[in-house]
């Protein structure tokens, strides 16, 4: 009994020291950017801590006892729509100001759109003031991607992507939960406190801009280097748009954690509900630890091969989770899935860069944040569909799985036919 309490202390032991050398090298790497994708790390994540009000809209509408199950629908639909418009526009948008221009307007039509919502009447103008919200929202997002690139060399970008999504995800699991606390308190002034966080973020990055932007500011690019020059044919338009496409089944996969997983788990399954919150944990953590030091292992990979690698462990992940019936099984497919999330997205990102010329960067950017938007408007209603169609809640899952596993297939298939590049 001795020797196995020995055996069991020390594999904790390992484990701890496992997570915390994770940890540290997540943090060096963090610090290793150079001064203008540090400022951009620290800004992604304040912003992403305001995402408060969004998480609370549909509550906060259902509190106006005047609105209708379906103009709730619409407003919070308007937002969806909103964030789509600015990811189609980004392109012209970024060729008449630069990406940290973009930036800046993005977060003060934000803050300010934030103060009126809580004072319109039932309508139009709450679906016009919503649209205006999704755009202000998203345009953050592929200025900040234009902006990874503009100020990383190729051989780090997958890292700096990586850094970007970290960014993401440590404010994305603060925001909403400190917005639940403001709104259980007082449901008004959880747009208020939101509005506040967006104008600290403002305010951040608009004074780093101006300090890094100064006659020391060469030496703080020294590190990076020159763009390769691909040759001409790598920057044909067949290689984006074949990625866009074989990438969407990806975004569809991908939003069913965060759309439908607890409907799924509690209603489907009939599992207790803390079993969704261990599945949210499992990502979370996995995500924060893993994500760069995997990551910095494969940044001497092509982003094409990195692709297969996440297809390839997606695919398994989703099809797992529909099989799975029972809560620890639905932890390891989340583990697997997860594990494909943090590797794919980065890479995708990064193949994007290469692979697009150089007036078409912001606008492929653009359409890749697209995507995901596509994926979190349509999953819903297409999980709502197959599932009435077959009686199987797990249906969708196993379906999405397949699919992504048929698109790791042609991802192959497209690259052997010269309609991908292996950068």
Same mark, same amino acid.
């Given at each position: 009994?001795?020797?196995?309490?020995?055996?069991?202390?020390?594999?904790?032991?390992?484990?701890?020291?496992?997570?915390?050398?994770?940890?540290?090298?997540?943090?060096?790497?963090?610090?290793?950017?150079?001064?203008?994708?540090?400022?951009?790390?620290?800004?992604?994540?304040?912003?992403?801590?305001?995402?408060?009000?969004?998480?609370?809209?549909?509550?906060?509408?259902?509190?106006?006892?005047?609105?209708?199950?379906?103009?709730?629908?619409?407003?919070?639909?308007?937002?969806?729509?909103?964030?789509?418009?600015?990811?189609?526009?980004?392109?012209?948008?970024?060729?008449?100001?630069?990406?940290?221009?973009?930036?800046?307007?993005?977060?003060?039509?934000?803050?300010?759109?934030?103060?009126?919502?809580?004072?319109?009447?039932?309508?139009?103008?709450?679906?016009?003031?919503?649209?205006?919200?999704?755009?202000?929202?998203?345009?953050?997002?592929?200025?900040?991607?234009?902006?990874?690139?503009?100020?990383?060399?190729?051989?780090?970008?997958?890292?700096?992507?990586?850094?970007?999504?970290?960014?993401?995800?440590?404010?994305?699991?603060?925001?909403?939960?400190?917005?639940?606390?403001?709104?259980?308190?007082?449901?008004?002034?959880?747009?208020?406190?939101?509005?506040?966080? !967006?104008?600290? %973020? @403002?305010?951040?990055?608009? +004074?780093?801009?101006?300090? $890094?932007?100064?006659? /020391?500011?060469? *030496?703080?690019?020294?590190?990076?280097?020159?763009?390769?020059?691909?040759?001409?044919?790598?920057?044909?338009?067949?290689?984006?748009?074949?990625?866009?496409?074989?990438?969407?089944?990806?975004?569809?996969?991908?939003?069913?954690?965060?759309?439908?997983?607890?409907?799924?788990?509690?209603?489907?399954?009939?599992?207790?509900?803390?079993?969704?919150?261990?599945?949210?944990?499992?990502?979370?953590?996995?995500?924060?630890?893993?994500?760069?030091?995997?990551?910095?292992?494969?940044?001497?990979?092509?982003?094409?091969?990195?692709?297969?690698?996440?297809?390839?462990?997606?695919?398994?992940?989703?099809?797992?989770?529909?099989?799975?019936?029972?809560?620890?099984?639905?932890?390891?497919?989340? !583990?697997?899935? %997860? @594990?494909?999330?943090?590797? +794919?997205?980065?890479?995708? $990102?990064?193949?994007? /860069?290469?692979? *697009?010329?150089?007036?078409?960067?912001?606008?492929?950017?653009?359409?890749?944040?697209?995507?995901?938007?596509?994926?979190?408007?349509?999953?819903?209603?297409?999980?709502?569909?197959?599932?009435?169609?077959?009686?199987?809640?797990?249906?969708?899952?196993?379906?999405?799985?397949?699919?992504?596993?048929?698109?790791?297939?042609?991802?192959?298939?497209?690259?052997?036919?010269?309609?991908?590049?292996?950068?």
């Amino acid at each position: 009994m001795i020797k196995y309490s020995v055996i069991v202390k020390q594999l904790r032991q390992k484990k701890t020291r496992f997570i915390l050398s994770m940890l540290r090298q997540s943090f060096q790497l963090v610090r290793s950017l150079n001064p203008q994708l540090r400022v951009l790390f620290v800004t992604t994540l304040i912003y992403r801590v305001s995402t408060m009000a969004f998480p609370f809209l549909s509550a906060w509408l259902y509190a106006q006892e005047e609105l209708l199950a379906y103009q709730v629908g619409v407003i919070v639909g308007a937002f969806g729509i909103g964030a789509l418009v600015s990811d189609l526009l980004i392109s012209p948008i970024l060729r008449i100001m630069s990406a940290s221009q973009a930036i800046k307007s993005g977060l003060y039509i934000y803050a300010i759109v934030l103060l009126f919502i809580p004072h319109l009447e039932k309508g139009y103008s709450l679906v016009l003031m919503t649209l205006i919200w999704g755009m202000a929202y998203e345009i953050f997002t592929p200025s900040a991607f234009s902006m990874t690139i503009e100020h990383s060399a190729e051989e780090n970008r997958k890292v700096a992507f990586s850094c970007n999504r970290l960014a993401i995800n440590i404010g994305m699991a603060i925001g909403p939960a400190l917005g639940g606390l403001v709104f259980a308190f007082q449901s008004d002034l959880v747009f208020y406190v939101n509005s506040g966080v !967006v104008l600290i %973020t @403002l305010i951040y990055f608009s +004074v780093m801009q101006r300090q $890094l932007v100064s006659p /020391s500011d060469r *030496s703080t690019r020294r590190d990076l280097k020159p763009e390769q020059n691909h040759q001409e044919s790598t920057n044909r338009p067949v290689y984006f748009w074949s990625s866009f496409f074989l990438s969407l089944p990806i975004h569809l996969a991908y939003a069913l954690p965060p759309t439908v997983l607890s409907v799924y788990m509690v209603n489907g399954l009939g599992l207790e509900a803390y079993w969704v919150s261990f599945v949210y944990i499992t990502n979370a953590l996995l995500v924060t630890f893993f994500e760069l030091p995997i990551n910095n292992y494969m940044k001497h990979m092509t982003s094409y091969v990195s692709m297969l690698v996440g297809y390839l462990l997606g695919a398994m992940g989703f099809i797992t989770m529909g099989i799975a019936q029972i809560g620890p099984m639905l932890i390891l497919a989340t !583990v697997i899935w %997860t @594990l494909g999330e943090l590797i +794919v997205f980065p890479s995708l $990102l990064d193949y994007i /860069s290469k692979s *697009s010329g150089k007036g078409k960067k912001s606008r492929n950017l653009g359409l890749h944040s697209a995507g995901v938007n596509i994926g979190i408007i349509f999953t819903p209603a297409i999980v709502s569909l197959l599932t009435v169609q077959t009686g199987d809640p797990s249906f969708a899952w196993v379906s999405a799985g397949a699919l992504v596993f048929i698109s790791m297939v042609m991802l192959y298939l497209s690259e052997k036919a010269h309609f991908l590049k292996r950068v």
